[in-house]
């Protein structure tokens, strides 16, 4: 291991593009599969964490392996996670790049066994010498670079090397082809999603201020969690993403460090009191599945933080029970930093503000906090409780007032922002900070939240497979 980083050490020295020594023997801290089920292919992430900044090109080779014999010309491709541009800036600002590579869609999830950066190895599995390797390159020039000496290659081209312990061929992908969206191969499924999601009623007048009760049917996709048993104990907050599925936090699948299974769980949907079970215009839920994020680890990091609960039955959305938008434009993603994010949960008991005097202070009613969002790097700099949680992929907030916010049982509620008069999923509460006792919470402190943006691959998935 020593001997091969010293030779990059060389290697870097000469090469104007230097690339972090990392090298792995397993790829499953880089490299994450996502079967497609509509689809000829399998979608696989392939995250690079601190990519060198000041680079003429980036090489991305990948080498996979497997036993099946193929049905046509098609071994796959690799295309960036974001826009040109986009991914330019968070090089920039040292977040980690993102590839997704598109296999073809085989019996066996094809096996990744190789992926290196400008000829740099980031991880490398032992071949088996009974499969055919198949490998794939991406070539990533920055926009101010182009001499006329070198070609223009467009970040959604690849070209494939395949061999087999025989004799290796080369099989260039034509250029017609090209990658994908989810807003692309989900069209029709994605019109349907959109239909009627992020609106709030506003027939009351009510002013979405920081640290104020909530009325009935003013944040309809919020979902309260229960442990199904004879006390029916609130366990966590989530978000109604479609007529079947609840988005919450990875860590609400566990009670007492213990794996919850479905039949564990009750949803329920337009509550308004924790306390009334037989409230009149709420509906309660048995769940069929529970979908953790596969790159979640529970309980060392916020990283994927994520679950989806499948209800047993689909949801009639009315006035009190709505779903929230997810954003699937993966051109112009979500706004800066800075913009005014909204979240509501049952979980803070301080008395809130008197806008609606009548529920001031009935602390089973879910309250609204408006906190202002900000970057991964910033929150970092300001936090020291929960800087271990902090990642690429998660985000901070906080209310601006310093005496309330998210608490207790409010882990998994989503935080949503307003475009254009329709409210969308923009995060989901992960970890807190704990004040003097571990009842009470720390708000002059930054929430942080899951970047659900960075996961809407996964989420998609997760809602239209069958």
């Known amino acids: 291991m020593s001997g091969v980083c010293k030779l990059l050490v060389i290697v870097f020295i000469i090469n104007i593009t230097t690339v972090k020594c990392y090298y792995n023997s397993s790829c499953s801290e880089i490299v994450s599969n996502i079967r497609h089920p509509k689809r000829n292919d399998t979608l696989v992430r392939i995250k690079i964490p601190n990519p060198p900044k000041n680079f003429r090109q980036l090489t991305l080779k990948v080498l996979y392996e497997t036993r099946e014999k193929f049905k046509n010309d098609y071994h796959g491709f690799i295309n960036l996670r974001w826009p040109l541009a986009e991914t330019m800036d968070r090089i920039t600002s040292g977040k980690s790049l993102i590839y997704i590579v598109h296999l073809p869609m085989l019996l066996r999830i094809p096996h990744i066994i190789f992926v290196?950066?400008?000829?740099?190895?980031?991880?490398?599995?032992?071949?088996?010498?009974?499969?055919?390797?198949?490998?794939?390159?991406?070539?990533?020039?920055?926009?101010?670079?182009?001499?006329?000496?070198?070609?223009?290659?467009s970040t959604t081209e690849a070209t494939s090397t395949t061999s087999t312990t025989e004799a290796p061929y080369i099989d260039e992908m034509p250029k017609s082809s090209e990658p994908e969206g989810p807003d692309t191969f989900?069209?029709?499924?994605l019109d349907e999603l959109s239909k009627?999601?992020?609106h709030i009623n506003s027939d009351d007048n009510f002013e979405f201020k920081d640290n104020v009760r909530l009325r009935q049917r003013q944040w309809p996709w919020l979902a309260a969690i229960y442990i199904n048993s004879s006390?029916?104990?609130?366990?966590?907050?989530?978000?109604?993403?479609?007529d079947r599925h609840i988005l919450t936090a990875g860590h609400c699948t566990y009670y007492n460090d213990r794996k919850l299974t479905p039949n564990l769980l009750v949803v329920s949907l337009g509550r308004y009191r924790l306390d009334d079970w037989e409230e009149p215009?709420?509906?309660?839920?048995?769940?069929?599945?529970?979908?953790?994020?596969?790159?979640?680890?529970?309980?060392?990091?916020?990283?994927?933080?994520?679950?989806?609960?499948?209800?047993?039955?689909?949801v009639r959305f009315r006035p009190t029970v709505r779903h929230l938008c997810i954003k699937t434009d993966f051109e112009q993603g979500f706004g800066p930093t800075e913009e005014l994010g909204y979240v509501a949960g049952w979980g803070d008991k301080t008395l809130a503000s008197k806008e609606n005097r009548e529920i001031v202070e009935e602390s089973s009613v879910a309250k609204l906090h408006v906190a202002p969002i900000i970057s991964p790097e910033k929150c970092v700099?300001?936090?020291?409780k929960l800087e271990k949680f902090i990642t690429d992929n998660t985000f901070c907030a906080r209310s601006p007032n310093g005496v309330s916010g998210p608490c207790n049982s409010d882990s998994g509620a989503g935080l949503a922002v307003a475009v254009f008069q329709k409210f969308y999923l923009r995060g989901v509460v992960s970890m807190l900070a704990v004040g003097k006792t571990a009842l009470d919470c720390d708000h002059k402190d930054?929430?942080?939240?899951?970047?659900?943006?960075?996961?809407?691959?996964?989420?998609?998935?997760?809602?239209?497979?069958?």
């Open 116 to 153: 290196s950066l400008n000829d740099t190895p980031l991880c490398i599995i032992k071949k088996d010498p009974l499969k055919r390797v198949v490998e794939l390159k991406h070539n990533l020039l920055p926009p101010q670079f182009n001499p006329a000496s070198l070609p223009i290659i």
């Open 186 to 189: 989900f069209r029709k499924e």
């Open 196 to 198: 009627g999601c992020g």
């Open 231 to 242: 006390t029916s104990e609130f366990h966590c907050s989530g978000t109604l993403i479609s």
């Open 281 to 314: 215009l709420s509906d309660n839920y048995e769940v069929s599945s529970i979908d953790v994020h596969p790159d979640y680890n529970f309980g060392l990091t916020s990283e994927a933080d994520l679950a989806i609960l499948k209800l047993s039955r689909r």
């Open 381 to 384: 700099n300001e936090t020291r």
């Open 446 to 466: 930054f929430v942080v939240y899951v970047d659900v943006y960075t996961y809407t691959y996964w989420i998609l998935l997760k809602i239209f497979e069958e």
